[in-house]
């Protein structure tokens, strides 16, 4: 059986130092040193919905610790009172099971999307690929595209390279500070940390994680790119690992291209024996990570379409159909099946599976959310004090409650017991809970002497809102009898 | 701990940590280059039947990734406390930096403190901030014993009422915290007997208007006054003095029934409240003084707030 190679890639096209040799038994370094990628501008279909990701991604990103909801920011992670407020709802860490909802979500969906159209994820919504592209039209704006970016990287440095290369890379640093200052943004008040920044009175870890962040942005979109997803990110890796025969994915169609050759417009290359591709490169001058898509799916493609957009341009130049580069799967290149057949097998069990468990989680969490109860009670007996006499011989427990009112509008609370014959509150029995607040009050419960024995008894207590008696919370305790 | 350790261990651990540092040193070096036959191989792994991967070269940053992390845990063990028997240049220990850090705290509540410390009780009561600091240590170091409303319990007694066995005003409650007490009530079973110890508790049943026995009482009476006055005074209202309890009223330590004061008499009593001195300072007591006797003054305590 002939193996299949999954970073498979033509020894021409491999790292030189090791690709290169000819001869037997040669010393060779096992690392390799880092061709630089000169990505040529793509315009077109995939383009121009990478695009629109972007600026949606964006718009959302940097747009949103600016919003104001209820006379504070609307999005803010407050991680020093342990609150998280999104919108209308406030998160404490004992909501902590939404976050681990949401994270099965993003996994499931990335399974789903992944099993569908191959790696969309990282070919237009990852940061990664989503501040590269950000970058590199930074890039292009000052230094030119591929062609002229090759040159000046070759040139001797000038003034004037000199002052192209610091005008970039001053854009890049100030997106990538702007990119810091957002993401701390979210966890404190960002008009607080802009007004911080304006009069240097930054904290350290605010100033160390805006500077990280804004560090990691400009490392990893300007200086790094392809190389996150090759070597350094692990979905990446486990995204290939979900493919399958059925996964569209962007293919270069050889029955239909091969052989490769140059060939002038008018010429019938068919009768030269030769296919669709006129072999012009361009799908490897695009591409961002440095690869030749014709020589088929290898681990470094993102899946981000360039290929496709600049090969249906050569296609539509040369009045031959597009798509010799396109969305497509294996089954269907190897059965020349056309795009409906080929679509009625992307829509198999294993999507619908998919499907299925993430429209369920969703209806979950979903409905958990909206049944969530704006009440939390803990009930803490005094460990330490057991049953003591009060006044007229009763017998007393002593408790704390740690009432927590997640609504932002302050509630008064009452609690009633029941459990025990002649159980009650003896003093206060309400109590004011201000807006998203937790607050410990206490409180004493009485029996009449000889209405239980000796030892534990289990009781119950509710605590329920005096004004809105739909949300209440029922706690267990015990009651000690000496 | 000489006498328990020797210095062997920590040159053995120095010498096994170094030698393994260098010599992935030495194996990286020795590693950057190979000698191959002529085209790249796969790694031999095969996967899921057929599936296999080129062994393909490394980014050569990554190189670098490794020889910063030697170069890292070299400049660690030579500022920090990692070779046993080098204590780094640092002087670093982890009980210096918690000595730091509570030093940096202590000095960051000083001036609160400095504040509040000359305030008087009666004011600092009622001052909120103070009220909630006073609760939070109450909460800490008190609640154990007088239970977190710090009404007591058995054989703690209740302080929120105005019952207090060594007097109530604000500097004895801050003496008490401070100094801790020591409340004993002798046995008195021996020189009384079994039916001597019966008539005088009913005696005392009856000073504060409890059912009892009067044939008894008038017994025990003579008993009291024999043997009990000394501390609890002639009519039993008790000496703050040295804390002996006030038996005329309705507050009960120890349980009202006839059995529970039987047994007090019998084999007495000896209740300790520990000292807070050397644990909290004067100034945390001083807080927590103003806390307790706001919670049976609380009229004058909201006078004093306003």
């Avoid at chain 1, 962007?250 to 072999?279: E, M, Q």
């Avoid at chain 1, 009440?375 to 003591?388: E, G, N, P």
């Avoid at chain 2, 909290?280 to 706001?294: F, K, P, S, T």
């Amino acid at each position: 059986m002939e193996r299949t190679v999954v970073n498979d890639r033509l020894p021409e096209t491999s790292a030189p130092p090791t690709a290169a040799l000819a001869t037997d038994d040669t010393e060779v370094s096992l690392y390799e040193v880092r061709r630089k990628i000169y990505p040529r501008a793509v315009h077109g279909l995939f383009a121009a919905w990478r695009w629109g990701l972007v600026w949606f991604t964006q718009v959302v990103f940097y747009g949103l610790p600016w919003l104001t909801w209820n006379d504070r920011q609307a999005v803010l992670f407050d991680l020093g009172a342990r609150k998280f407020y999104i919108f209308g709802l406030v998160f404490w860490p004992q909501d902590f099971i939404y976050l681990t909802a949401l994270l099965i979500i993003a996994a499931l969906a990335l399974f789903l999307f992944t099993a569908i159209g191959g790696r969309l994820w990282c070919g237009y919504a990852c940061p990664q690929t989503v501040y590269t592209e950000m970058f590199m039209w930074v890039e292009r704006r000052i230094e030119g595209d591929r062609a002229a970016r090759m040159r000046l990287d070759r040139a001797p440095m000038s003034a004037g390279k000199l002052s192209r290369k610091l005008a970039k890379h001053g854009v890049w640093i100030a997106i990538a500070l702007w990119t810091g200052l957002t993401f701390v943004g979210y966890f404190t008040p960002i008009r607080e940390l802009l007004r911080e920044v304006a009069t240097v009175s930054l904290g350290p870890w605010e100033t160390f994680w805006i500077l990280f962040y804004g560090f990691a942005t400009y490392g990893n979109a300007g200086w790094m790119r392809e190389q996150v997803c090759k070597y350094m990110c692990p979905y990446a890796r486990f995204q290939s690992a979900m493919f399958d025969k059925d996964t569209m994915i962007v293919t270069y169609d050889a029955h239909r291209g091969d052989p490769r050759g140059a060939r002038a417009k008018k010429v019938d290359h068919k009768a030269k024996g030769l296919g669709d591709c006129v072999d012009c490169g361009m799908c490897v001058q695009v591409c961002p990570t440095g690869i030749d898509i014709r020589s088929g799916l290898q681990y470094e493609c993102i899946g981000c379409a360039a290929c496709i957009d600049a090969c249906d341009q050569v296609m539509d130049r040369m009045g031959y159909p597009q798509g010799l580069i396109r969305y497509s799967t294996t089954n269907a290149i190897d059965n020349r099946w056309d795009r409906a057949q080929m679509i009625r097998r992307v829509l198999r069990p294993r999507v619908l599976v998919y499907v299925g468990i993430l429209l369920a989680v969703i209806v979950a969490a979903a409905a958990s959310l909206q049944a969530r109860v704006p009440l939390k009670v803990d009930v803490l007996r005094d460990r330490t004090s057991l049953a003591r006499e009060a006044e007229g011989g009763r017998i007393e427990n002593v408790y704390r409650l740690q009432i927590m009112n997640t609504r932002e509008t302050p509630h008064r609370f009452k609690v009633t017991v029941g459990g025990l014959p002649t159980l009650a509150v003896a003093g206060e029995s309400e109590f004011e809970i201000p807006a998203a607040t937790s607050k410990q009050v206490p409180l004493r419960l009485q029996i009449d002497r000889g209405q239980a024995g000796p030892g534990s008894h289990k009781i119950d207590l509710d605590v329920v809102d005096a004004e809105d008696p739909g949300v209440s919370v029922k706690e267990r305790s015990v009651f000690l009898v000496r | 701990m000489a006498e328990f350790t020797s210095s062997f261990w920590g040159v053995y651990i120095a010498v096994i940590t170094l030698v393994s540092i260098i010599a992935c040193g030495v194996f990286l070096k020795v590693q950057t280059t190979a000698r191959v036959a002529g085209k790249v191989e796969t790694t031999g792994h095969t996967w899921d039947e057929d599936l296999a991967e080129w062994n393909n070269p490394l980014p050569n940053w990554w190189r670098w990734l490794f020889y910063i992390t030697i170069v890292f845990s070299l400049v660690y063990l030579a500022l920090y406390p990692g070779l046993a028997i080098w204590g780094g240049a640092l002087n670093w220990t982890s009980s210096g930096q918690y000595a730091q850090e509570r030093a940096r705290a202590d000095a960051a509540v000083q001036p609160l403190y400095d504040k509040f410390g000359k305030s008087p009780v009666e004011q600092l009561a009622g001052n909120a901030e103070a009220r909630a600091i006073g609760q939070n240590l109450f909460l800490t170091y008190c609640a154990q014993c007088h239970a977190s409303d710090a009404r007591g319990g058995y054989g703690f007694p209740n302080l929120t009422d105005s019952d207090w066995q060594y007097g109530g005003s604000p500097d004895a409650i801050e003496q008490t915290i401070l100094a801790g007490r020591n409340g004993v009530m002798p046995p008195f079973g021996a020189a009384l007997g079994g039916e001597g110890a019966k008539d005088v508790a009913n005696y005392v049943l009856s000073l504060s208007g409890l059912a009892s026995d009067s044939i008894r009482a008038q017994k025990g009476k003579e008993i009291f006054a024999a043997n009990c006055v000394a501390c609890h005074g002639p009519d039993g209202k008790g000496n703050p003095a040295i804390g002996a309890p006030n038996l005329t009223d309705k507050t009960w330590l120890y349980s009202s029934s006839e059995a529970a004061i039987i047994e007090t008499v019998t084999k007495g009593r000896n209740n300790q409240m520990p000292a807070f001195k050397d644990r909290l300072g004067a100034d945390r007591v001083h807080i927590l003084a103003a806390y307790i006797w706001g919670l049976s003054n609380s009229d004058k305590a909201k006078a004093a707030g306003k």
